[in-house]
C-alpha cells in the first residue's frame, strides 16, 4: 500500500514539474498531457525554422549559388527580381537597405521568403543611378548578407 501511495505522489509531482514546463494551467492528467504534446510540437517547428536560418546564413557552397539578380529598366525606374532557390530569412531587409542607400524608392514589390527566396520590385529613383549599378549593389548586400568576399 506504502509502494502505491509513493508511485502516486512521485507520478503527481512529475506531471506538476511538466505542467510548469510547459506553463500550462490545466489542473487534469490528460490536459497537462495534452498541453505537453503541443508545447513539443511548438519547439518543434521553432527547431525546424532556426534550423532553416542557419543553413541560409552559413557561407554557400558549389551546390547552392548565389541568389541570382536581374535588373531591367522601365521608362522611369526599374524592375529588380531576386531569386534563390532556398528560403532566405532576413536578406529581404538586407536589399531593401540598398535600395534605401540608392535613393531607390519602392513603388511595388512581392517578396516569399518560406521555401524558397523570390523578391520582385519596381523602384524609381532620380537621375543618379542606373540598371548596372542598382544590380552590382544588390550583389553586394547579397555577398555580404552571405559573409562571402569578392
Not at 500550462?24 to 497537462?32: D, P, Q, Y
Not at 557552397?61 to 532576413?90: A, Q
Not at 523578391?119 to 543618379?128: F, K, M, T, V, Y
Request: one cysteine or more; charged letters at 30%; proline letters at 3%.
Amino acid at each position: 500500500m506504502v509502494s502505491r501511495e509513493h508511485k502516486r505522489a512521485a507520478l503527481h509531482e512529475k506531471l506538476q514539474i511538466l505542467r510548469s514546463l510547459t506553463n500550462s494551467h490545466a489542473l487534469r492528467k490528460s490536459s497537462i498531457i495534452v498541453d505537453a504534446s503541443k508545447y513539443i510540437k511548438e519547439l518543434k517547428h521553432k527547431v525546424e525554422r532556426l534550423n532553416r536560418e542557419i543553413a541560409c546564413t552559413q557561407k554557400p557552397v558549389d551546390k547552392s549559388p548565389l541568389p541570382e539578380v536581374t535588373v531591367e529598366t522601365l521608362e522611369k525606374g526599374y524592375l529588380i527580381h531576386v531569386f534563390s532557390e532556398k528560403s532566405c530569412p532576413g536578406l529581404l531587409v538586407s536589399v531593401l537597405e540598398v535600395f534605401e542607400d540608392l535613393g531607390l524608392n519602392v513603388l511595388e514589390a512581392k517578396a516569399s521568403c518560406t521555401d524558397t527566396f523570390r523578391l520582385q520590385a519596381i523602384g524609381r529613383d532620380g537621375e543618379s543611378v542606373n540598371a548596372e549599378m542598382v544590380k552590382e549593389a544588390v550583389e553586394r548586400a547579397i555577398k555580404s548578407f552571405f559573409g562571402v568576399g569578392e
